[in-house]
């Protein structure tokens, strides 16, 4: 019986040397696993960059409770490391019917909503990035850019794949202007309050 809580932690950040070599999004992800530690959760952790087995990455979805991606936005995205394990690991988990048993449409129902096929449900799925955007970027109809949309309206073809397997989707947490002049600091200070907020771990 699964007494102890889990979450997993995923880091896709990719070094540039000389650039963009990781730091910070290494410290948000050690903020998170300090926090949950304090909480009492089993911590398990993928470090996408350094490789990664494709079943045992199954496997960890499969025990967590959490699933907390950290991830810089590249070109508007993550990493393309973070495709490639997506790929590969959901692939297996549909193959295997652990993640989800198809679309949610049967023959027999064919009128089902597309993405309710999902196994994984009571689990919980959220976003910690990092971003050279400024955070009056978003939500506000008259920037250039974004045109009103949200955080979470940017973020959605990463949150559609859990959301597509039965996974809860939390509100993200995002650092934002981090090349030019951004609350960094504060921004780290204030994580452990907001994983605290959406995990209702008080």
Same mark, same amino acid.
Request: proline share 3%; aromatic share 14%; hydrophobic share 35%.
């Given at each position: 019986?699964? &007494? &102890? ?17 990781? &730091? ?68 297996? +988990?549909? =193959? ?16 089902? =909503?597309?993405?309710?096929? +999902?196994?994984?449900? +009571? ?6 990035? &990092? ?25 959605? =073809? ?14 993200? !947490?995002?650092?934002?202007?981090? !090349?030019? +002049? ?11 309050? =907001? ?8």
């Amino acid at each position: 019986m699964k &007494t &102890t809580k889990k979450v997993l932690l995923i880091n896709t950040h990719l070094s540039y040397p000389d650039w963009s070599e990781g &730091t910070l999004n290494s410290l948000f992800q050690q903020k998170a696993k300090d926090f949950f530690l304090s909480r009492g959760f089993d911590i398990l952790e993928t470090k996408v960059e350094d490789g990664y087995d494709v079943d045992l990455e199954v496997e960890k979805h499969l025990q967590a409770d959490i699933i907390i991606l950290q991830t810089p936005i590249n070109w508007f995205s993550a990493p393309w490391i973070y495709k490639k394990y997506v790929d590969e690991v959901f692939n297996s +988990g549909l =193959h295997s019917a652990t993640f989800l048993e198809g679309d949610g449409r049967t023959r027999q129902e064919p009128n089902k =909503h597309y993405g309710t096929g +999902g196994k994984m449900i +009571g689990k919980k799925f959220m976003v910690s990035s &990092t971003w050279n955007a400024p955070k009056e970027s978003f939500d506000n109809r008259d920037q250039y850019l974004y045109q009103g949309r949200s955080t979470t309206d940017a973020l959605i =073809h990463i949150t559609s794949n859990y959301r597509f397997c039965g996974v809860e989707i939390m509100p993200d !947490y995002n650092c934002f202007d981090v !090349y030019k +002049g951004g609350d960094v600091a504060g921004s780290l200070e204030k994580y452990p309050a =907001h994983l605290e907020k959406v995990f209702n771990l008080y």
